[in-house]
């Protein structure tokens, strides 16, 4: 399984960004999705994670940000609003074949928000 992961960036405080996680394998449907992210000189931390219709974020994330997949283009989303400083970090798209998705990983993208 092969994962590109695009859409960083920089952004001010109270932007959004899309983050976008296409894989590259035939049973996409049947694979949990998850995006991790680690900040500046932190240790990977778990952000959202989807399986099925079923999504789960952690907690810093709640009500801001919203992970969804295309079953059809092979792609999962990351939906950030109202980015905070906090919030800088490399993204990264994960995989696996159950939750908590973290059998194959994508490169990261960095995202970096400025107060």
Not at 40 to 61: Q, T
Not at 76 to 94: H, I
């Amino acid at each position: 399984v092969q994962l590109q992961a695009s859409g960083g960036g920089s952004v001010q405080a109270g932007g959004s960004l899309r983050l976008s996680c296409a894989a590259s394998v035939r049973t996409f449907d049947t694979l949990a999705m998850g995006w991790f992210r680690q900040p500046p000189g932190k240790e990977r931390e778990f952000v959202a994670g989807i399986s099925g219709d079923a999504s789960s974020y952690a907690d810093s994330v709640k009500g801001r940000f919203t992970i969804s997949r295309d079953d059809v283009k092979n792609t999962v989303y990351l939906q950030m609003n109202r980015l905070e400083p906090e919030d800088s970090a490399v993204y990264y798209c994960a995989a696996g074949p159950r939750y908590p998705p973290t059998r194959y990983w994508g490169q990261g993208t960095k995202v970096t928000v400025s107060s």
